[in-house]
């Protein structure tokens, strides 16, 4: 899900057995009105599963197991992502001006750049962050990238979740550079409990 224009955007949340055939795989929620709409969509597209979304520039994006998509909220088409994008994108990600940054495979944190067309390292994080192979998740909060993740303790009975805010700047050489704010456990649960996504609320 993705939101753009106080509305909220939704990809392939339907049934398993029943995306190809399903109208509502692709739908629009109003708040104001309460109510929900579908998106018309190619049915050649739907037999995904898909597993992240984002919001840039007014398009909304959701990678599937193969073959991402996007959707061009004001023209109503549909595309396919480009390559890079879809090899590069791992796990949930969060958009800062306009970069998408999520983990790559070697569970290092990276960012897209839509407009290059190229994804770059984010750097600075070398010795402040464990490698996120998997399990971890991020969120914009106020312009700072906020990443979330499970924490293992031994033979523990709780799982603790941390948490780090991470100022995100582009130096002149176009290079992205992150800076830890601060880093803790927020939250304690039981070890079979995982973390599924996050969040940024205003309240």
Known sequence: AGAFDDKIYVIGGCVV????????WA???DPKTGKWNSV???????????????VIDGKVYAMADRNGVCYEVESGNWETVDSDLD????GRACVIDGVLFCYDYLGNIRGYDVKEGTWKELKGL?????????????????????????????G?????????????KTNEAGELWGNIEWSD???LVPREASIVHCLAVAL
């Open 17 to 24: 057995d029943n995306w190809a055939r399903s109208k509502n």
């Open 156 to 168: 523990g009975k709780e799982t603790e979740i941390r948490c780090a805010e991470i100022e995100v």
């Open 40 to 54: 018309p969509s190619p049915i050649q597209i739907r037999d995904k599963w898909m597993h992240a979304s984002a």
């Open 87 to 90: 090899n590069g994108w791992r």
């Open 126 to 154: 070398e010795k402040g962050l464990p490698r996120f192979l998997c399990g971890a998740t991020m969120a914009n909060l106020g312009g700072k990238l906020m990443v979330v993740w499970e924490s293992k303790n031994g």
């Open 27 to 29: 739908e629009v929620y």
């Open 185 to 187: 456990v927020v939250l």
